[in-house]
């Protein structure tokens, strides 16, 4: 029964290896306008990915002024990315009357991060955000080995083919040399048969006139 908990646990292991991504969360967050008509009523903001749930920040309510966060709030973290594709996320302000206001859409991908694993989004006059996402660092730097190693794969294979392709054009040019040789000495022998049966030919007719007896 140890084995097979040993096995399971590899498996699940190297599962959360390939399928894990990083997980992104919000460092601080300054909001410099609102969207309401009414500019008294505090802005409700959220964060949301396409198909993912929003995530409202409740502590987020004035305006030109910096929320900083640790990453432990109960509506963190924001989204998981994947060196699988970008994600389209964006900031937003809920309306009650009307639809959701929109500060800025965009495509939110592992590659946005540096070295430290920061991220900062700006929109003049609507607002200034950084998000952390440490894995994403790695993710970016094993794509870029594994794409790499593919390249250079696709590279091998290539000139595999081609040395192949150069080899087996090397073999029937000299196939086609030892046939057409082959071909010139079969035709040397039978000229030669035909030139002796000529000869064999003419000695037995001169056999047959009594030609050779008289000479």
């Not at 054009?169 to 040397?188: C, D, E, N």
Request: with cysteine.
């Amino acid at each position: 029964m140890s084995v097979w908990f040993l096995l399971l646990f590899t498996s699940c292991f190297s599962a959360g290896i390939v399928i894990g991504g990083g997980v992104v969360t919000l460092e601080s967050i300054k909001i410099y306008d609102s969207h309401e008509w009414i500019k008294t009523v505090k802005p409700i903001v959220y964060f949301s990915c396409k198909g993912e749930k929003k995530i409202e920040f409740p502590d987020v309510k004035l305006l030109n002024l910096s929320y900083t966060f640790n990453g432990l709030e109960s509506w963190q973290p924001l989204t998981e990315l994947t060196t699988e594709k970008c994600k389209r996320c964006g900031f937003y302000e809920k309306d009650e009357f009307k639809s959701d206001d929109v500060f800025e859409e965009w495509e939110f991908c592992p590659s946005d991060f540096d070295t430290d694993g920061r991220y900062t989004r700006s929109k003049l006059n609507q607002f200034d955000a950084t998000f952390l996402c440490p894995q994403c660092v790695s993710l970016v730097a094993d794509f870029n080995s594994s794409s790499g190693s593919h390249t250079k794969g696709k590279g091998m294979h290539v000139v595999l083919a081609i040395l192949i392709g150069g080899f087996v054009s090397i073999v029937i040019i000299f196939g086609l040399l030892a046939a057409f040789k082959y071909w010139q000495k079969k035709k040397r022998e039978q000229d030669q048969a035909r030139f002796l049966k000529l000869f064999e030919d003419g000695d037995e007719m001169e056999d047959e006139l009594g030609l050779g007896n008289v000479l």
